[in-house]
């Protein structure tokens, strides 16, 4: 009855807190426009200004760029869970949490929920619009299962990610800039253009990097065509960037409050 007690007040607390993050990030406008605007804007940009110069084969680009843009939206996303956890940290609000009667756990997890709750919302928006301008996925139910699970993973680590730099960097502005590499592979992959377009050195780097596989994978079951290994590889780095970012998290996390 303890355990059972504990974990219902630690998931309260984290509702509580994730509740709190909800209602300042759908409250904030310059949020909204980079998380949801700008993935749209990208969507628009790529399919109307440059998708007639792509040959992506038999495959329409709208429905190659898709997956790509996807992934923009999140990693555009989890930026700002690393600068609000900053945030907190640099204010002193974690300090006041912590003599709070509440879950430690929570104070972390709270941000985490409401990473992955909002770049949810952001993706689906994003993936309407899609649907609005000539998007046409082939994928079953089985398939989209899998790309959610796969979108949710990506999420959940990339969002662990950030929690590690929002927890390390001395300023909002130093807690975010994790995204740009994270951007800059994005557009170093196969998500706006085939990688065989690429010169040799370029094109080997793009399709041995995270991004590739997990993007192929996405693509491919979104248009019910045969996945081959790229998925299992994208869970693999999936999983490991997860672990890995989880402990560091998790180390920094225990320093600070000792």
Same mark, same amino acid.
């Given at each position: 009855?303890?355990?059972? @007690? ?9 509702a509580? /807190? @994730? ?23 990208? =969507? ?14 038999s ?11 996807? =992934?923009?939206?999140?990693?555009s ?5 690393? !600068? ?8 002193g *609000? ?7 009667? *509440? ?8 941000? &985490?929920?409401?990473? &992955?709750?909002?770049?949810?919302? @952001?993706?689906?928006? &994003? ?9 046409r ?5 089985a398939?989209?299962?899998? &790309?959610?699970?796969?979108? /949710? ?14 927890? =390390? +960097? ?8 994790? +995204?740009?590499? /994270? !951007? ?5 992959? @196969? +998500?706006? +253009? ?27 079951? /979104? ?5 081959? $290994? $790229?998925?299992?590889?994208?869970? *693999? ?22």
């Amino acid at each position: 009855m303890m355990i059972l @007690s504990g974990i219902r007040r630690n998931f309260g607390d984290t509702a509580v /807190l @994730s509740g709190r993050m909800m209602r300042h990030t759908f409250r904030s406008i310059d949020t909204l426009i980079t998380v949801v605007a700008m993935p749209i804007m990208m =969507l628009l940009m790529f399919v109307y200004v440059f998708g007639g110069a792509m040959n992506t084969g038999s495959i329409d680009y709208i429905n190659f760029v898709v997956p790509g843009i996807l =992934l923009f939206t999140i990693a555009s996303g989890v930026a700002y869970t690393a !600068l609000r956890l900053n945030n907190d940290v640099t204010s002193g *609000i974690f300090d006041r949490f912590h003599s709070m009667p *509440i879950s430690k756990s929570s104070i972390l997890g709270g941000h &985490v929920l409401n990473s &992955v709750v909002f770049n949810m919302f @952001s993706v689906i928006l &994003v993936l309407l619009v899609a649907l609005l301008i000539g998007f046409r996925p082939e994928a079953g139910l089985a398939e989209w299962l899998l &790309v959610i699970g796969m979108v /949710l993973l990506f999420t959940f680590a990339m969002t662990w990610v950030a929690v590690t730099f929002g927890l =390390l +960097a001395n300023s909002g502005e130093g807690a975010g800039v994790f +995204a740009y590499p /994270l !951007l800059g592979l994005l557009f170093i992959s @196969s +998500a706006f +253009a085939p990688t065989e377009s690429m010169p040799q050195v370029l094109r080997a780097f793009a399709e041995y990097q995270p991004m590739t596989p997990l993007i192929e994978a996405v693509r491919s079951l /979104l248009m019910n065509e045969p996945v081959g $290994n $790229n998925a299992l590889i994208a869970v *693999i780095w999936c999983v490991g960037i997860l672990v890995a970012s989880y402990i560091s998290a998790m180390q920094i996390y225990k320093r600070k409050m000792a």
